[in-house]
């Protein structure tokens, strides 16, 4: 009877109540009477109530704004993609879809369309996500800037900085003497307009700047630590005059304007004597601790908005305050990690992208409709490279540089990106820029951050300068071997496996770990411990093994394409991966979503069509293990790991003529860790062939302890779980997954080896 208590109680309750609900609704009908109650379904058309109801919600505000945010990060995220995979900065591609979303291209082909998706009055709910999708952007632009830094390396760094502002500065003063008269909105005062075009002309983008730094491996370099300085004065500078000529242009005149820029300066003070003082000794407090409470991660939120919101009320914006809020944060690397942790993602995937959209719905390319037009917007572009690229490259040499190194200074101070996007939509915001001019400015930005990387490509060509990411003592060795890890814990396996093919042979071999991370996911101020962190326990386990390693760690925007050209310019003889999991399998939802990226990602697309596609199929390789196999030149290993330590139990199945390449691991793993090799032979294969049954004999007279050959057919129950590890062939393994053999449940670690 207990069994049967809580189910007879649970019926007897609930069922019990909703007969006392219906019975009060039943009673209520009653007190309807006289009150002239229209019942909604006395006409009987449910489904027209249905369709009815179902159009007011969608076109409920929270309705739209949650679909519009919808498509906004799909297009986004594709785009992003799609300029990284062309080495360009994933922002361009961002950037370039809010525009494909706005009236330049699904506007004008798609109006329908996109009045259903942008209508007018939803655009307010908009721009005010955006707005605070900046303003969490810009505090954390403010706490990647390295102070210290600029202390260390200020005065070559001032100069080349400032330089490239007041440079640039002064020709878009000029320009816009000759283009007020004809693309100013009316009432608007020439000072207001030169201002902006000269701060226009002048910005900087240090988050995107110092993404390519990283990316292109010169952040250890000299000209990389003074680039980043120079990024980072040009920031604080930059935005300092952009505050001065907001305050300007809102107040009317120059000297009605001194009493906000008064203000402004207080409360600048402010900031930096009482509230820094005040932040840092709230994460002195904390900073030995892993993570921050709730109570501590608000006071440094609401200083954060109480910042902004004070600065928008003097008059100098919102974003002003945002940047000096992250710029004053505690110089402690692990509280800005928690904090960036927190607030970025959120920031940069979900409310950054409905900026770049509201930029793209304001850029209406389609009023660039005349020759003249383009050569007005030509001169703009021309006005910006001369200034800020010729204008950094000539302070450059000035101060001591080379030639090579100024030039390449000047490429990347040109860099533009969402910065400029941010002052041309204050800009427009405030009144200061017509829709034709804003329209030219958003294509010079564009132009600009995209010519930065073929800019520097074209420097080192003709400088004859190579980008160093192979170290020197690789070149020397005889066997060489690459392990490109994520995780510490797949780093630590794979180097243990490593080092058992050499472990007797290390005065003829390297080994080499390589860590790859993505550039957006890492931070200017924090990348040399950010290295620490990643190589330590790689380090630590090199030592207990008794294994000297080479480390390289470079920032990219492709792993996959990044791991197969190391491998091949290290002419490296095994390159070592660790097997990932795709987030496509194990669900209806995911299979669907994994069928649509087959159609979206032109890799691929490619290995359909080419064939390689059916190499993966029912394999459990992630789609980054699938590219690193489709591009990879070199002998690569993937491997399982199921708790790998040793390799004392070797088992080399042997399903072809094609697998006689085995042989030779399995001889290094005898050499160098005395494994004992157990060799199967699937339907007779070494029996068959000549050269297989030869190589073995002769390791049998060798070490006529360590190998053996063993039919399948006498196989013995629990002969797997026995085994350290198994070594196949990638076009056995498809074979072995494909028979749906019973060893996939048993198998130990496997390493799965391509020729």
């Known amino acids: 009877m207990n069994k049967f208590k809580n189910t007879i109680f649970y019926i007897a309750v609930t069922g019990g109540f909703t007969a006392l609900i219906f019975w009060i609704v039943s009673k209520g009908k009653i007190l309807e009477s006289g009150r002239n109650v229209v019942s909604p379904t006395s006409n009987g058309d449910y489904f027209k109530q249905f369709t009815d109801s179902l159009i007011h919600n969608l076109q409920h505000p929270l309705a739209i704004l949650l679909l519009q945010i919808i498509t906004i990060i799909i297009v986004a995220r594709v785009f992003g993609w799609i300029f990284r995979k062309i080495g360009q900065p994933s922002v361009i591609g961002e950037i370039i879809a809010g525009i494909f979303l706005g009236p330049s291209l699904v506007g004008m082909y798609f109006p329908e369309y996109s009045a259903l998706l942008f209508p007018k009055e939803s655009l307010g709910n908009l721009q005010f996500l955006s707005q605070i999708g900046l303003i969490l952007f810009m505090f954390v632009v403010g706490m990647e800037l390295d102070l210290k830094v600029l202390k260390n390396k200020a005065n070559d760094a001032v100069v080349i900085s400032h330089a490239s502002i007041i440079f640039p500065f002064a020709l878009g003063i000029g320009l816009s003497y000759f283009v007020y008269n004809q693309f100013a909105p009316e009432g608007v005062e020439f000072l207001s307009f030169s201002l902006f075009m000269g701060i226009a002309m002048s910005i900087t983008a240090f988050p995107v700047l110092a993404r390519i730094v990283q990316e292109r491996g010169i952040h250890k370099t000299k000209l990389g630590a003074i680039v980043i300085t120079c990024a980072a004065a040009d920031d604080i500078t930059a935005w300092c005059i952009l505050a001065a000529v907001i305050a300007i242009v809102k107040a009317g005149t120059f000297a009605s304007s001194m009493y906000v820029i008064l203000l402004a300066l207080a409360y600048v003070l402010a900031m930096l004597f009482v509230v820094k003082p005040f932040l840092k000794k709230v994460g002195d407090l904390y900073a030995t601790r892993d993570n921050l409470s709730k109570p501590v991660v608000a006071i440094f939120l609401l200083t954060l908005i109480i910042s902004s919101y004070l600065s928008e009320v003097i008059g100098i914006h919102a974003l002003f305050g945002a940047f000096l809020t992250g710029a004053i944060m505690p110089d402690i690397t692990k509280i800005r990690n928690i904090i960036i942790e927190k607030v970025e993602d959120i920031a940069l995937i979900l409310l950054l992208p409905l900026f770049f959209v509201f930029t793209g719905l304001r850029t209406q390319i389609g009023l660039i409709n005349d020759p003249y037009l383009w050569k007005i917007t030509g001169f703009i572009i021309l006005v910006a490279v001369v200034g800020k690229f010729f204008g950094s490259a000539l302070a450059a040499k000035f101060v001591g540089q080379n030639w090579r190194d100024s030039l390449t200074i000047g490429a990347l101070m040109n860099t533009r990106g969402l910065m400029e996007l941010v002052v041309l939509n204050i800009g427009y915001d405030l009144g200061v820029l017509s829709s034709e001019i804003f329209t030219m400015m958003v294509i010079m930005a564009l132009v600009t951050t995209f010519m930065t990387g073929p800019a520097i490509d074209l420097i080192n060509y003709i400088f004859k300068r190579k980008e160093v990411i192979i170290p020197k003592e690789i070149s020397n060795s005889a066997f060489k071997i690459l392990i490109s890890f994520g995780n510490n814990e797949k780093g630590k396996s794979l180097l243990r496996l490593a080092n058992s093919f050499v472990k007797k042979q290390k005065d003829n071999t390297n080994i080499t770990a390589l ?90 697309l490619l290995d359909k069509f080419t064939g390689k596609e059916g190499l993966f199929h029912n394999s459990p390789f992630d789609d980054r293990t699938r590219l690193i196999i489709s591009k990879s030149k070199m002998p690569l290993g993937i491997l399982i790991d199921k708790d790998f330590s040793d390799v004392n139990d070797v088992f080399v199945p042997i399903f072809s003529s ?19 090799i157990t060799v199967l032979d699937i339907e007779d294969q070494v029996k068959n062939n000549a050269e297989i049954e030869t190589e073995i004999k002769t390791l049998k007279h060798t070490y006529p302890e360590n190998i053996a050959v063993l039919n399948e057919s006498n196989m013995k129950a629990g002969f797997l779980a026995q085994q350290n590890l198994m070594i196949i062939s990638l076009e056995s393994w498809k074979k072995l997954v494909d028979s749906q053999s019973v060893w996939l449940s048993t198998v130990p670690s496997v390493l799965i080896i391509k020729p």
């Not at 790859?516 to 950010?530: F, G, P, R």
């Not at 090199?542 to 390693?549: F, G, L, W």
């Not at 197969?564 to 669900?587: C, H, M, P, Y």
């Not at 094609?658 to 005898?670: G, M, N, P, Q, S």
């Open 515 to 604: 860590h790859l991370s993505l550039s957006d996911e890492m931070h200017a101020y924090n990348l040399e411990e950010y290295e620490q962190e990643a190589f330590e326990p790689i380090l630590v386990e090199s030592k207990t093994i008794n294994q000297e390693i080479t480390t390289i760690f470079k920032a990219t925007v492709d792993i996959e394409t990044d791991i197969t050209d190391i491998a091949t310019r290290g002419n490296f003889d095994l390159v070592l991966v660790g097997l990932g999991k795709s987030i496509f399998e194990g669900t209806l939802l995911g299979k669907v979503l994994g069928f649509t990226t087959r159609i979206i990602n032109p890799d691929r």
């Open 658 to 676: 094609e697998d006689a390449f085995l042989i030779d691991y399995a001889e290094k793993l005898i050499y160098n860790s005395n494994s004992k």
